[in-house]
């Protein structure tokens, strides 16, 4: 079955911006690593993907999985990635993060844990 996932088209040009011109060296690094081209367990991963009201760095949206990459911006407004956090996840989605800090240093590390959740996901939907 179709679903938009509470796609935003009002977003459109707002995220394809953010893929274009302020991507960081975490999310270029785990893009092009990890999640690009279906290397992630065959699993289809979008990046900037508008979601309701927000624009979240990786989606997977066959299994409703939200890939989150934290900077710098994200320890200066903690309330507001708290309640973004809860919206998307009575929207149904489940989200997963990860430090710019993990993604540059600890790739590997950052991929068994993508594996993982992918499988979680995976059986929890059979």
Not at 58 to 82: A, C, M, Q, T, V
Request: proline share 3%; with cysteine.
């Amino acid at each position: 079955m179709f679903t938009h996932h509470n796609y935003n088209p009002n977003l459109k040009e707002y995220a394809r911006e953010l893929r274009s011109q302020t991507v960081s060296k975490a999310e270029k690094r785990i893009w092009k690593s990890i999640l690009a081209g279906k290397k992630l367990n065959g699993e289809r991963v979008l990046r900037q993907r508008p979601i309701d009201r927000f624009i979240v760095d990786f989606f997977i949206p066959e299994l409703k999985l939200i890939i989150e990459i934290d900077g710098n911006s994200h320890y200066r407004k903690p309330e507001y990635d708290f309640y973004r956090q809860e919206r998307l996840i009575k929207l149904g989605y489940t989200i997963i993060r990860f430090t710019e800090g993990q993604v540059i240093n600890q790739l590997d590390q950052v991929h068994q844990q993508l594996l993982h959740a992918i499988l979680c996901k995976r059986s929890e939907d059979k």
